[in-house]
């Protein structure tokens, strides 16, 4: 009886210490990029090749000094949205996908992003 209650103690910590645990949910949020109006370029240095890389990096420097933690970045295409025109708040199409540590809905729209 003594092993059974002893038993049932030690699994019911376990069950509250892995309860317990960070909540790692994540929300996705998109940004459809402008021809020269995004802010992240704003502070960044000028760059002879854009590339997808230094783009997410750019991206990710610019959210973690909002206190975003960046979890994933990709660029999709969507013609549907380009618009053809040459003012810096006219959209190229591309559609910027971030995912972000859950409970950041305000800030990222703030910025932009939308859900």
């Known amino acids: ?9 030690m ?3 376990l069950l509250c210490l892995l309860s317990c645990e960070k909540n790692n ?9 402008t021809g020269c109006s995004d802010v992240w370029w704003n502070d960044a ?3 002879d090749t854009l590339t997808p890389q230094i ?10 000094d909002k206190n975003i933690e960046l979890i994933s970045f990709s660029i999709d295409y969507d013609s549907t ?14 559609i910027i996908q971030v995912e972000v540590e859950s409970g950041r809905k305000q800030k ?4 932009g992003f939308y859900p």
């Open 1 to 9: 009886m003594g092993n059974y209650i002893y038993r049932s103690l």
């Open 45 to 47: 240095p000028s760059y």
């Open 108 to 111: 990222m729209r703030r910025i």
């Open 55 to 64: 783009y997410q990096d750019v991206v990710t420097s610019y959210l973690e």
């Open 25 to 33: 949910s994540s929300d996705l949020f998109y940004y459809d990029e």
């Open 81 to 94: 949205k380009a618009e053809f025109c040459r003012a810096c708040i006219c959209k190229t199409g591309a």
């Open 11 to 13: 699994t019911l910590g």
